[in-house]
């Protein structure tokens, strides 16, 4: 009866996960997917260029400001990948990004890179820069995060918004606000926002009642979701964990809920 269920579950939330996807907007490119067209394009044939070229080339395209060729110098010394890995440098190209192109349209060709750059800065103040005498800053880090996910949407600073909401160190907690976030970035398709926003869901917090026939249709989408990706295994955690307590009349629930959809707008 468990695999039956949980199959079931599993297969009305694969169905959800489409017809969410076929209900968002179309974004700009991927931070990933434009460094790499920029790539392929350098030289203006699509043919490969040699790495001194193509060196050359994104530093003369990012002394002119253009932000893709900032992004790939900043995670190219980020990495290590085709120079030293220099965080300083790196630190640097990310904070120019930031600031000359943080009022950038949201929904713009380079809104995507700009926002990712918003959280990999965060990232830094977070960690701190040693090199270049850069403490950790953690009110930097939640300013750079909330530029991203208000401004720009961005599905993974919402996520990392939203659990700094169920954090005492970070954003302060409010259940209420991380489930608002935690559910903007699921409906993008962030795997981890869906994996957590269920979780919050199905086991309540302080304050906050459990809703947990929507937590576990949310758990069961995250698993599809994050299939094949790192966050597999932490999907993977928190839907067992779920499914080991869930009553059989809560994996009916779930599974109508995922059938019909009727939770995925739920405000909270």
Known sequence: MRITGERSLACAASGLIFAIGMALPAHAQTAADAAFDFAKTMDGSGAIVSSDTYLSALESDAAAGRPLALWQLGTM??????????????????????????????RGLEADIVASSFVKLGDYFRLGVPEAGIGQNPAEYHRMLMHAATYFGDAEAQYRVGMLYQAEDGLGVSPMLSARWLQSAAH???????AQLGNLLFNGMEGYDPRP?????????????????QDMAKA????????????????????EMASS?????AEF
């Open 77 to 106: 010394y980020e990495t290590g990948e085709g120079v030293d890995k220099d965080p300083v440098k790196a630190f640097g190209y990310f904070a120019q990004i930031a600031n000359q192109h943080a009022d950038t349209a949201p």
């Open 188 to 194: 993008k398709g962030h795997c981890l926002a869906q």
């Open 213 to 229: 026939a929507e937590g576990l249709m949310w758990l069961n989408f995250a698993h599809t979701t994050c299939l094949g990706t």
């Open 236 to 255: 993977e955690e928190l839907l067992n964990g779920a499914m080991s307590v869930a009553s059989p009349e809560v994996r009916a629930a779930a599974v």
């Open 261 to 265: 959809g009727v939770a995925i707008s």
